[in-house]
């Protein structure tokens, strides 16, 4: 079984830079994808951005070029370094491992607010 542990959200002004980083457990981090998705209330969760084992990466159109994900599969970490951070970012910032139905952390809040 696998444990996911994200850290790294907060308050931050519009305009300003947040990081998120994902822990994990276990032996399959460094063989399969791993994503960040984010849930507002009331909203669906919706995917931001995945990075592949060999390092490809997907983003969302609504987050290119603001965010960019990245993995340090010696230390089983995944990032997500957000910058230009808009008030429509705030949500809960989940991170997943895709292997079989998918595990998930249990989520970090971000808010981005004057």
């Known amino acids: 079984q696998v444990q996911l542990v994200e850290s790294g959200g907060g308050l931050v002004q519009p305009g300003g830079s947040l990081r998120l980083s994902c822990a994990a457990s276990?032996?399959?981090?460094?063989?399969?994808?791993m994503g960040w998705y984010r849930q507002a209330p009331g909203k669906q969760r919706e995917l931001v951005a995945t990075?592949?084992?060999?390092?490809?990466?997907i983003y969302a159109n609504s987050v290119k070029g603001r965010f960019t994900i990245s993995r340090d599969n010696a230390k089983n970490t995944v990032y997500l370094q957000m910058n230009s951070l808009k008030p429509e970012d705030t949500a809960v910032y989940y991170c997943?491992?895709?292997?079989?139905?998918?595990?998930w952390g249990q989520g970090t809040q971000v808010t981005v607010s004057s």
């Open positions: 997943k491992l895709d292997y079989k139905s998918g595990y």
């Open positions: 276990g032996s399959l981090f460094s063989f399969v994808p």
């Open positions: 990075i592949t084992n060999g390092g490809s990466t």
